[in-house]
Each structure stands twice: as structure tokens, then as C-alpha cells.
């Protein structure tokens, strides 16, 4: 089944799935070309997910990177989105000076196929 529902904070409980999604700040990437939005995804089910990153956008700028990572049973998971420096700029946007990360996050049961989908908040103001 579907679950749809909404956070905003730093951390996400998403939902009764025992499934914790951190946002763990920014960092630049390898060829520092870019910024990497750090995530984290803590399992503390019985149960192991797919999670999967979609529609994802900072301070109300679409970001067309995704990812997607599959998080065992009491495992913890990073998972980053690399985001091109120019693009910020092109539209204003500052790595240092992020207010508001979104996403829609979907999960999987690995067993059930059961899908889970939220939209994430975070507010960083």
C-alpha cells in the first residue's frame, strides 16, 4: 500500500516503517566541480528497504540527480546528491547558504514490495 506523508525537520521518521533519514550537510565533491548533499538512512526495522531519492530540490530549484540504495535491517546507509556548482549559481544559489532541502522518498520491502512514499522536508534556516 501507499502511505503518503509530510516532515520538516533534520530528521524524518518515515512513517511506522522504522526507517530515519538525516540530512548531514554538504560537501564539496571529488572533482570540485559540485556540492555533495550528505544523507544518511538509519534502519531499525526488521525489515530491508530499497529507498529510492526522487524529486529532489533546494530552496525551490529542481535538481535532477537521484539515488537510489538499499539499507539492510538494522543497517545505517549514506547516500549523497551531487549538485554542479554552476548550477547553483546559475540560479542564486549558494552551497553555504541552503534554507530548504526537498525530496520524495520512496521505499521498498525488499520481501513484500510493500511501497512507501513521503515527502521529505528539511529546513535549514
Avoid: P, W
Avoid at 547558504?97 to 521498498?108: G, L
Wanted: with cysteine.
Amino acid at each position: 500500500g501507499n502511505h503518503n506523508e509530510k516532515f520538516y525537520i533534520k530528521e524524518s521518521n518515515f512513517g511506522n516503517c522504522g526507517l530515519k533519514i538525516k540530512y548531514k550537510g554538504t560537501e564539496a565533491d571529488d572533482l570540485n566541480v559540485g556540492t555533495d548533499i550528505k544523507l544518511a538512512f538509519e534502519n531499525s526495522s526488521s525489515k530491508s528497504y530499497t529507498v529510492t531519492v526522487d524529486d529532489f530540490s533546494i530552496d525551490g530549484y529542481s535538481i535532477s540527480s537521484t539515488c537510489m540504495l538499499d539499507v539492510a535491517s538494522g543497517k545505517s546507509a549514506n547516500d549523497k546528491i551531487d549538485v554542479l556548482d554552476s548550477y547553483l549559481e546559475d540560479n542564486g544559489l549558494s552551497a553555504d547558504s541552503i534554507k530548504q532541502v526537498t525530496m520524495k522518498i520512496v521505499i521498498t520491502d525488499f520481501d513484500s514490495f510493500d511501497t512507501y512514499e513521503s515527502d521529505v522536508t528539511f529546513d535549514l534556516r
